[in-house]
């Protein structure tokens, strides 16, 4: 019998992009899913863009919720709390996934040992030169520090809109931290994940996603960001609640 997955999506003014993260979704191969979508105090007409998608649609394993506390975490948590899968996948709202996304990463759980697994993003509305690079680069070096920090015991690598996690041991872990809203919020949950068994690194676990946030801020700023949060977890400093705060971009 396949494990139920219950697929998670923050959503916050996304109406120009959840449509095509929702129509990908639902046209997994995988059997038993569900999927949670979590309005996340938008201040658009994301609710209604999905509320339109799943009547249409008629979609009994799609559910809108509500969580008007903004971040990131906040969402995850509200979706997480009424999630019944055994497995918790991780999504984006301006992701697109494959259609074999969720068989791909309920397959990369199956080792002893791994209570997680996540993979690459290829940003697919960025220039050729750059999601080609970022893509080989992910999947050069990511495999290879994600190997290392582990054996260490210093955390892991865990890719926040590209990730499945077994939903007891994410419970055991202590959920999502919501004091984190958004930078620093995939970090956190890697290490705390780590504790209790292997975070496994697929590479043919990828995922479309949009460049967006990189065009909007500038490449540099919020790369170093990201950087900034993984290597603190890594070597046990305290995260820095006010870097890690990003009420303003969709996501």
Request: aromatic content about 12%; hydrophobic content about 40%.
């Amino acid at each position: 019998m396949k494990q139920k997955v219950s697929v998670i999506i923050p959503a916050f003014n996304e109406e120009n992009y959840i449509t095509n993260c929702l129509e990908a979704i639902a046209k997994q191969d995988y059997p038993e899913y569900e999927v949670l979508i979590v309005n996340n105090a938008s201040t658009d007409n994301t609710a209604v863009v999905i509320e339109q998608f799943i009547a249409n649609n008629t979609l009994t394993n799609f559910f809108l919720l509500y969580e008007n506390r903004k971040g990131t975490n906040m969402a995850r948590e509200c979706a997480r709390l009424a999630a019944t899968g055994s497995i918790i996948a991780q999504l984006d709202a301006d992701c697109i996934p494959s259609s074999d996304w969720i068989s791909k990463g309920v397959k990369a759980l199956e080792p002893k040992h791994v209570v997680a697994a996540t993979g690459a993003y290829y940003y697919f509305d960025s220039s050729l030169i750059v999601r080609t690079a970022s893509l080989l680069s992910q999947l050069v070096s990511y495999p290879v520090i994600n190997t290392i920090v582990q054996k260490f015991n210093r955390g892991a690598i865990l890719i926040g809109g590209n990730a499945f996690v077994y939903a007891n041991i994410l419970d055991l872990a202590g959920g999502y931290n919501t004091d984190l809203t958004f930078y620093g919020d995939d970090v956190d949950v890697a290490n705390r994940l780590a504790e209790y068994g292997w975070i496994n690194y697929t590479p043919t676990l990828i995922m479309n996603s949009s460049y967006r946030r990189y065009n909007a801020l500038g490449f540099w700023k919020v790369n170093k960001k990201y950087q900034d949060f993984f290597w603190n977890i890594i070597f046990r400093k305290n995260i820095d609640l006010v870097n890690t705060i990003e009420l303003v971009h969709p996501r």
